[in-house]
């Protein structure tokens, strides 16, 4: 099957499947998929336009409403973190957009690109799993949510309860306070609000949104459980990537010479393979453990931005 905008000819069967296995992994971690997409499309497929910037983004928009219902049926939805992500980076994806067009539409030097954001990714997961803490003779925050999760699982199940849910404690202009599992979780306002909005810029330039930033950065810099920021890191990345390919779309009469504008049909082939994978990833989630959630995933981002830098320097 041929598709126009992207200029390549993909056994339409291929963007389901390679979506669905992608999206099943990185939904574990809050993360829609679309930043392993990316590399997909431009390095197997051969779509290295700007246009694959916002087909990226209509991925998103099919795929991650699976996965955020899952989350929210099953009260793992952290509202204040969706919300701070929303207002905080859909203003820098649409300077990210701008970005794209105009300072990276060579393949080359967007590769480069992706290489450094996905090498940023890699390295806070793989540098929260190594680093020491205070009381690191004591058992890991992590290790300790797991056996809340263990020890209320049994209890429920026992009793015929359902599992605890997400409850907020505070919402205000300094701080998010909430509690799940009878743990405490506090982050600052402000601090995220100015991170959000430079890595809208990045997630907007690359194609993702900005939750795939995100996620890895409330685990690795707030210290909050995986089990908690995905719902809200996925939320984020749907309502952004909206914005993202509208604003393409908008964007593309100005360069007519330029393919910028999503390739529909192509981005809606890999949003259901997408959808598939982000439900199941989503349900999956908490019998995996979240340290196998994040070596898995720093693997893959850190082996696929050392390609990409060694290609761009050599």
């Given at each position: 099957?041929?598709?126009?905008v992207a200029g390549?000819e993909v056994n339409?069967?291929?963007?389901?499947?390679?979506?669905?296995?992608?999206?099943?992994?990185?939904?574990?971690?809050?993360?829609?998929?679309?930043?392993?997409?990316?590399?997909?499309?431009?390095?197997?497929?051969?779509?290295?336009?700007?246009?694959?910037?916002?087909?990226?983004?209509?991925?998103?928009?099919?795929?991650?409403?699976?996965?955020?219902?899952?989350?929210?049926?099953?009260?793992?939805?952290?509202?204040?973190?969706?919300?701070?992500?929303?207002?905080?980076?859909?203003?820098?994806?649409?300077?990210?957009?701008?970005?794209?067009?105009?300072?990276?539409?060579?393949?080359?030097?967007?590769?480069?690109?992706?290489?450094?954001?996905?090498?940023?990714?890699?390295?806070?997961?793989?540098?929260?799993?190594?680093?020491?803490?205070?009381?690191?003779?004591?058992?890991?925050?992590?290790?300790?949510?797991?056996?809340?999760?263990?020890?209320?699982?049994?209890?429920?199940?026992?009793?015929?309860?359902?599992?605890?849910?997400?409850?907020?404690?505070?919402?205000?202009?300094?701080?998010?306070?909430?509690?799940?599992?009878?743990?405490?979780?506090?982050?600052?306002?402000?601090?995220?609000?100015?991170?959000?909005?430079?890595?809208?810029?990045?997630?907007?330039?690359?194609?993702?949104?900005?939750?795939?930033?995100?996620?890895?950065?409330?685990?690795?810099?707030?210290?909050?459980?995986?089990?908690?920021?995905?719902?809200?890191a996925l939320m984020?990345?749907?309502?952004?990537?909206?914005?993202?390919?509208?604003?393409?779309?908008?964007?593309?009469?100005?360069?007519?010479?330029?393919?910028?504008?999503?390739?529909?049909?192509?981005?809606?082939?890999?949003?259901?393979?997408?959808?598939?994978?982000?439900?199941?990833?989503?349900?999956?989630?908490?019998?995996?453990?979240?340290?196998?959630?994040?070596?898995?995933?720093?693997?893959?981002?850190?082996?696929?931005?050392?390609?990409?830098?060694?290609?761009?320097?050599?």
């Open positions: 099957m041929y598709f126009p390549i339409p069967l291929l963007p389901p499947v390679v979506a669905f296995g992608i999206s099943f992994l990185t939904s574990m971690g809050g993360v829609s998929g679309a930043f392993l997409l990316l590399p997909f499309q431009v390095s197997v497929l051969g779509f290295t336009s700007p246009a694959v910037s916002s087909t990226n983004q209509l991925f998103n928009i099919v795929a991650i409403p699976s996965g955020v219902w899952r989350y929210l049926k099953e009260g793992r939805m952290v509202w204040p973190l969706a919300w701070i992500v929303i207002i905080g980076t859909l203003p820098g994806v649409f300077i990210g957009a701008v970005v794209r067009i105009r300072y990276l539409p060579d393949p080359t030097s967007f590769k480069a690109f992706a290489g450094l954001v996905l090498l940023y990714i890699g390295a806070r997961l793989v540098y929260d799993m190594f680093r020491k803490r205070p009381g690191a003779d004591k058992q890991a925050a992590e290790a300790r949510f797991q056996e809340l999760v263990m020890a209320h699982r049994a209890k429920a199940e026992a009793q015929g309860r359902d599992l605890p849910r997400v409850r907020v404690e505070e919402f205000s202009l300094k701080r998010i306070v909430y509690e799940f599992y009878g743990e405490r979780y506090e982050v600052p306002v402000t601090k995220i609000s100015i991170i959000s909005f430079v890595v809208g810029i990045v997630g907007g330039t690359y194609g993702i949104g900005g939750g795939a930033i995100m996620a890895p950065i409330y685990v690795a810099v707030f210290h909050l459980p995986v089990h908690t920021v995905a719902g809200a984020g990345t749907c309502v952004t990537s909206v914005g993202g390919v509208v604003f393409y779309q908008c964007l593309a009469p100005f360069y007519p010479g330029m393919r910028v504008a999503p390739d529909w049909v192509l981005g809606l082939l890999f949003g259901l393979g997408g959808m598939a994978g982000m439900y199941c990833g989503a349900r999956f989630q908490k019998f995996v453990p979240a340290r196998v959630i994040k070596w898995i995933l720093a693997a893959g981002i850190v082996f696929l931005a050392a390609k990409y830098i060694l290609a761009a320097l050599l």
